[in-house]
């Protein structure tokens, strides 16, 4: 019995863990693909190339970064060229 309860107090607390990296996760590619959107619109008025970043942000997967407990929310778009506004610069439509 002692044992059946330990694995519910594990399994509920990996859950809660679970719940609140989701939230975070979340919160991030939010704020990623407001930035993202942004940074397009000003490529779209200046006639840059700008579908590259919706790549680009797309090359990390939701689920990875849910799953990699061990890495940092913030560091998967650490160094993103995505967010920046330079690398739009080198391509013109």
């Known amino acids: 019995m002692i044992y059946f309860l330990i694995g519910i107090g594990i399994f509920i607390g990996f859950s809660l863990m679970m719940s609140e990296r989701?939230?975070?996760v979340n919160r991030e590619f939010l704020r990623i693909l407001e930035?993202?959107?942004?940074?397009?619109k000003q490529d779209i008025k200046q006639k840059k190339e700008w579908m590259w970043r919706y790549d680009a942000f797309d090359a990390?997967?939701?689920d990875k970064m849910l799953w990699q407990i061990w890495k940092p929310v913030g560091s998967?778009?650490?160094d993103a060229k995505c967010c920046s506004k330079?690398?739009?610069d080198k391509n013109e439509m």
């Open 60 to 62: 990390t997967p939701w």
């Open 86 to 88: 330079k690398e739009g």
């Open 35 to 40: 930035t993202i959107d942004t940074l397009v």
């Open 22 to 24: 989701k939230k975070r």
């Open 76 to 78: 998967f778009f650490a």
